[in-house]
């Protein structure tokens, strides 16, 4: 047992000392003024998954290499690290520096690439801002445009159309809460439609495009239904137009009964 004990004494103070000597020459490192020794320094930390060591050196490689010729490895390296360590918000930018610097770099395909897949990665949830999903968007297409025969397009083509279905999800929210609030201070079923149908105009390829021309036949029979009399008939005739659009694009639709029931209820008024 002693033996043991003895035995993994030893070995925790071996590790604490190769720690130990391991810090000390990243801070010697650090303060050295010698930015080859940096360099090579960093990209070690880097193959060693300890991005935020390499980030930090590679910052200073990037301003002291920049005309040379280890200028833009230091560039994507730094962009790669921060990409590593998922803060995307600063690879995205350095990506950006990069591809702008040397349109036709080495790196310049994986760093359009990475730029756009990291703001994927950062896109935060439906009702949050969505300038994240914006910008991911236009990086992914652009990686698109300028290659079309990448192995990475179905990846990015992929994270498009989810990205896509986030600002359309987003859409729907703000047309469905327009709908909520009926005519609370205003004629809020307008609103409703209008968003919906700039959204199904927008994303037309959009998983919720069903949802979208769903609510936007049921803000029409609400409209209607909340009409004066003389207004009922060409509201209810606006009501059945969405009711035979929406047949026509959604034969099979689980919500085809709700939408026959507004039909039957706006038939009434439209033979009157």
């Given amino acids: 047992m002693r033996v043991i004990t003895h035995l993994t004494n030893f070995c925790t ?27 090579e320094y960093a990209k070690r930390a880097f193959e060693q998954k300890k991005y935020s060591q390499a980030a930090t050196l590679l910052k200073d490689c990037v301003t002291v290499f920049k005309g040379s010729d280890k200028a833009e490895e230091s560039l994507y390296l730094l962009a790669r690290s921060h990409y590593e360590n998922k803060d995307y918000l600063n690879s995205g930018a350095y990506f950006k520096t990069y591809y702008s610097r040397y349109p036709k770099g080495k790196y310049v395909e994986p760093a359009r690439f990475y730029c756009g897949y990291g703001y994927y990665l950062d896109s935060p949830d439906p009702q949050l801002d969505q300038t994240t999903t914006i910008k991911a968007i236009e990086e992914l297409q652009a990686f698109l445009d300028y290659f079309p025969r990448s192995d990475k397009v179905p990846q990015a083509q992929n994270s498009i159309f989810e990205l896509q279905d986030k600002l359309t999800l987003k859409q729907l929210q703000n047309a469905q809460l327009y709908y909520n609030l009926g005519n609370y201070m205003g004629n809020n079923y307008e609103s409703a439609i209008i968003v919906a149908k700039n959204a199904i105009k927008d994303y037309p390829y959009s998983k919720y495009k069903e949802d979208l021309e769903l609510l936007v036949l049921k803000a029409r029979y609400q409209e209607a239904d909340n009409s004066v009399d003389e207004r ?31 039909y039957k209820i706006a038939q009434k008024y439209v033979r009157d």
């Fill in 232 to 262: 009922k008939a060409d509201r209810f005739r606006e009501v059945i137009d969405e009711y035979y659009s929406f047949i026509n694009n959604y034969p099979d639709s689980p919500n085809r009964q709700e939408a026959e029931n507004i």
């Fill in 13 to 39: 103070a071996v590790l604490m000392a190769f720690v130990a000597t391991s810090c000390g020459e990243y801070v010697k490192v650090q303060k050295s003024n010698d930015y080859n020794y940096k360099f």
